[in-house]
């Protein structure tokens, strides 16, 4: 009888139990549903193409907007038209600096749905120069480069692009990577043109190396000052001839081998390539110089200095170093002791002037 009474007890608590916690046990999947329905719901909102948008004065884009139903429809309207004005079809334009907003108003039925755009306008930018003039990297390495426009309120952006993209590509941001031994060139352009039409563009000479070789090439450069009397085409030139034109062999081990083919240019942005033979022609008399220019050094030459050792003797001896070949090579095309000793006098001469001025200070300071 106790046995009985103690079941129907038990029984009576789990149907209490149960009872008690299946409210809080059902809505879970409705909470589900109605916030996959909210979801759905947020999916389907109207929204503009661009929240917000910078532009270069004189300049032009269409605002879109989603999700319209087909019998939907749009008006677009500017805060202040001088600033930014804009048609049906939700193309405006840029016409003077500042910033404004504009409302796209979707109707339907007797509901509207206002959507905005803040837009800001800015001058166009009328010189460019990138902060690196020359990058030294090894095979598979990043570098970011770093343009300076003026004015420096332009909203102009910075088109980059690489004379040979097999050897150093280079993003829409200016993300530089080293893809293989050799030289190339790397462009940062504007809209802005020269007096023969042509746009202008800053450049970066960019040197694809082994590991090792990197740190030395730096110190080389920093080491010889006198390269930078010689003008950037006179420079550049002999540079790509070397790292891309010569049969180098060092250690046993071949650096650099001739170019098969012409370079091809790489445009990041992909439009404007109409302008792209143009920027190339002026990119090669005014950055790598003439393409006919030959090095007084051979290719049979510097072979030959790089290969002179007895092949008996090679796990003794090494073949000469990069740096070595170099010299040579930049010593046959210009006189580096006449251009040091150049360098050193302007240097002193600079030296001397600035003390001057500091003697001339002092005097004053002193009455």
């Known amino acids: 009888m106790i046995k009985k009474l103690l079941l129907k007890c038990l029984i009576f608590l789990g149907l209490l139990l149960f009872v008690t916690f299946l409210p809080q046990i059902m809505p879970t999947p409705v909470s589900i549903a109605r916030a996959s329905e909210i979801e759905k719901e947020k999916n389907n909102e109207y929204r503009l193409n661009l929240r917000t948008i910078t532009l270069v004065n004189g300049k032009s884009f269409t605002l879109r907007v989603y999700n319209l139903e087909k019998d939907a429809k749009v008006s677009f309207k500017s805060a202040d038209p001088e600033i930014a004005s804009i048609n049906e079809e939700g193309t405006f334009t840029a016409n003077k ?174 439009t404007d390539t109409s302008l792209k033979t143009d920027k190339n022609t002026a990119s090669k008399s005014t950055v790598t110089g003439e393409s006919t220019a030959t090095s007084s050094v051979s290719t049979n030459t510097l072979q030959a200095n790089a290969g002179s050792l007895d092949p008996s003797t090679t796990t003794a001896q090494s073949g000469p170093s990069i740096i070595e070949l170099l010299d040579q090579h930049l010593n046959s095309r210009f006189n580096l002791a006449e251009l040091k000793q150049k360098y050193e006098e302007r240097l002193q001469i600079i030296t001397e002037v600035q003390l001057s001025s500091l003697y001339k200070f002092g005097s004053l300071i002193r009455r």
Request: with cysteine; charged share 20%; proline share 4%.
């Open 97 to 270: 600096v500042g910033s404004t907003t504009i409302t796209a108003t979707v109707r339907r039925g007797l509901n509207t749905t206002p959507l905005i755009c803040e837009v800001t306008i800015g001058p166009p930018a009328f010189s460019v120069k990138l902060t690196r003039p020359m990058l030294i990297l090894e095979q598979d390495q990043n570098f970011q480069l770093e343009a300076v426009m003026k004015p420096t309120n332009t909203a102009e952006l910075v088109k980059y692009s690489s004379f040979d993209s097999s050897i150093a590509s280079v993003s829409s941001g200016g993300r530089v990577t080293a893809r293989k031994i050799g030289m190339t060139y790397v462009f940062a352009e504007i809209d802005a043109t020269n007096q023969d039409g042509s746009r202008k563009f800053s450049s970066c000479s960019v040197i694809v190396s082994k590991p090792e070789d990197v740190s030395r090439l730096n110190e080389y450069f920093a080491l010889h000052a006198e390269l930078s009397l010689l003008s950037e085409a006179e420079l550049s030139n002999a540079l790509f001839d070397f790292f891309n034109t010569t049969t180098v062999t060092t250690d046993s081990e071949t650096l650099f081998t001739a170019s098969a083919e012409a370079p091809k240019t790489q445009n990041t942005t992909g």
